[in-house]
């Protein structure tokens, strides 16, 4: 049983459909975290959580959250990988801290 979704701002109507799997999957991380708020969780757990659970529901998906201040400059960041060690020979940028060398490849270049 697939289910659909209308997107209501849309205009066009758009739909998603989705399978009786993902959608239990979605109401499952809500619960999850409707839970831990409601337990007085602490906040980055909460936030982490949620992209850790968002990155298993989408496949090769890199999740995150940015949260920014009245000027629109980030000041805390949450993902799920935040405690995963990189290990050297993983890095793609070897760089003192700071811009990117105009001479070193971008993403793009690098394929990512």
């Not at 949450?78 to 971008?106: C, M, T, V």
Request: with cysteine.
């Amino acid at each position: 049983m697939e289910k659909s979704y209308k997107n209501q701002e849309n205009s066009s109507k758009e739909e998603i459909l989705i399978s009786a799997q993902e959608y239990t999957s979605i109401l499952n991380m809500q619960q999850r975290i409707l839970s831990m708020l409601s337990s007085g969780e602490n906040s980055t757990h909460i936030l982490n959580t949620l992209c850790f659970l968002a990155e298993k529901l989408l496949p090769n998906a890199v999740a995150s959250i940015m949260i920014v201040n009245e000027n629109g400059l980030m000041t805390h960041r949450h993902a799920s990988i935040n405690d995963l060690k990189i290990e050297e020979h993983e890095r793609k940028f070897h760089w003192e801290q700071g811009i990117r060398p105009s001479e070193h490849a971008s993403l793009s270049d690098l394929g990512l």
